[in-house]
């Protein structure tokens, strides 16, 4: 993996997210969903439009993890009003952590996550939250392993079906164990 870099993503990029964002989603949860409620979620979340919105909002950034010149996964994180939930100022939201499935288990996940942490970090938030599918052991464990714990539960629509996200948070300290902006 010595080829694989972070890059921050632009609108130049549109359709690269939209491809990476849409295959990542199907091979994540299309085993657990109807055919219907993916493709409604797929034309809606990663449509030209929303992702040229969400590419243009000053609140939010994703970055690409790129190994060889080729997209194998990505990162989306909110700060303040763009949250899709709490829009606390002291917060950061990692939305979207995705992997290609060929690259699952060699660190990539975690090497965006790491990015996630830099940037909450350079913004001094106090602390990093997210929501994560009940029925997603995998991402789940790797949020523990990371120091996140659950806090509360949300509703999360995926095409016309209800399902629950976990929500979990993780506290940011500096290195002196005080928290970023404090004194």
Same mark, same amino acid.
Request: proline letters at 1%.
């Given at each position: 993996? *010595?080829?694989?870099?972070?890059?921050?993503? *632009?609108?130049?990029?549109?359709?690269?997210?939209?491809?990476?964002?849409?295959? *990542?989603?199907?091979?994540?949860?299309?085993?657990?969903?109807?055919?219907? @409620?993916?493709?409604?979620?797929?034309?809606?979340?990663?449509?030209?439009?929303?992702?040229?919105?969400?590419?243009?909002?000053?609140?939010?950034?994703?970055?690409?993890?790129?190994? @060889?010149?080729?997209?194998?996964?990505?990162? +989306?994180?909110?700060?303040?009003?763009?949250? *899709?939930?709490?829009?606390?100022?002291?917060?950061?939201?990692?939305?979207?952590?995705?992997?290609?499935?060929?690259?699952?288990? +060699?660190?990539?996940?975690?090497?965006?996550? @790491? +990015?996630?942490?830099?940037?909450?970090?350079?913004?001094?938030?106090?602390?990093?939250?997210?929501?994560?599918?009940?029925?997603?052991?995998?991402?789940?464990?790797?949020?523990? +392993?990371?120091?996140?714990?659950?806090?509360?539960?949300?509703?999360?629509?995926?095409?016309?079906?209800?399902?629950?996200?976990?929500?979990?948070?993780?506290?940011?300290?500096? @290195?002196?164990?005080?928290?970023?902006?404090?004194?």
């Amino acid at each position: 993996m *010595t080829n694989m870099y972070i890059e921050k993503v *632009t609108l130049n990029n549109l359709a690269q997210l939209q491809k990476i964002g849409r295959q *990542t989603f199907y091979e994540t949860f299309s085993a657990g969903n109807t055919g219907e @409620d993916m493709t409604i979620y797929l034309e809606e979340e990663f449509s030209v439009g929303k992702l040229t919105s969400e590419l243009s909002d000053s609140n939010s950034e994703f970055y690409f993890a790129i190994l @060889d010149n080729n997209v194998i996964g990505y990162l +989306k994180l909110n700060f303040g009003q763009s949250q *899709t939930e709490l829009q606390e100022e002291n917060a950061l939201e990692i939305e979207r952590i995705y992997v290609l499935n060929e690259f699952h288990g +060699k660190n990539i996940g975690q090497l965006l996550y @790491d +990015k996630a942490i830099q940037i909450a970090k350079q913004k001094r938030a106090d602390y990093i939250w997210l929501g994560v599918w009940e029925k997603n052991p995998r991402a789940i464990n790797f949020y523990k +392993k990371n120091g996140f714990v659950e806090f509360d539960k949300h509703i999360f629509k995926l095409g016309n079906d209800e399902q629950t996200d976990i929500m979990m948070k993780h506290e940011l300290k500096t @290195d002196a164990g005080q928290k970023p902006g404090s004194r």
